[in-house]
């Protein structure tokens, strides 16, 4: 997650997803927070909604105020707990679904052992036997359902998990993992 993209529409899905989940769980949302990169502000800010979320999140895109602490605090997302980093989890404080909200996703192979733009098994395996885990994962350049299924594949092999479903949107795939 970067500042530069809070108040997009990807935000505004992973809120209202959230949102849908915290209805009957806790949230706890783990940010993964990275520094800001010049010249890659999100553009896909036109949100086509109109109840407070997606106007809380216009102002914010409008009056140049992306950044994560006004999530935090605005009241729109009900949220348990927020971290900055995976280092700042608190074990002993977490239950129901733990969010990873890492710039890319889930890691792939190109990526070195400390990309911090992905969620790397080791931390997914560090936490599936406390909570359920939920993943911010951009789509690749691929046709989506056979990506859906390698990539369910694989995270059935590498983590001691239930099952794992996918609720994807127009650009990113939001994975459940279960403990």
């Not at 106007?55 to 992306?66: I, M, N, P, V, Y």
């Not at 052992?113 to 969620?119: K, S, V």
Request: charged share 30%; hydrophobic share 35%.
């Amino acid at each position: 997650m970067r500042n530069q993209f809070v108040g997009d529409i990807n935000d505004y899905h992973k809120y209202q997803t959230l949102n849908e989940l915290s209805r009957n769980c806790d949230i706890q949302v783990c940010w993964m927070l990275n520094d800001d990169v010049p010249g890659q502000d999100s553009k896909f800010t036109n949100i086509k909604a109109y109840d407070q979320l997606a106007l809380f999140l216009q102002e914010l895109t409008d009056g140049e105020r992306r950044n994560i602490e006004e999530i935090e605090g605005c009241g729109f997302v009900n949220v348990k707990n927020y971290y900055r980093q995976i280092e700042d989890i608190k074990i002993e404080e977490i239950n129901g679904i733990l969010f990873f909200d890492p710039d890319n996703g889930i890691e792939v192979k190109s990526a070195g052992d400390n990309d911090r733009r992905y969620l790397y098994y080791r931390d997914i395996n560090r936490f599936i036997s406390y909570v359920d885990i939920l993943v911010y994962q951009h789509f690749p350049r691929k046709p989506r359902i056979p990506y859906m299924e390698k990539l369910t594949d694989e995270i059935l092999e590498r983590v001691p998990c239930r099952t794992v479903i996918h609720y994807p949107t127009s650009m990113v795939d939001f994975i459940l993992i279960k403990k």
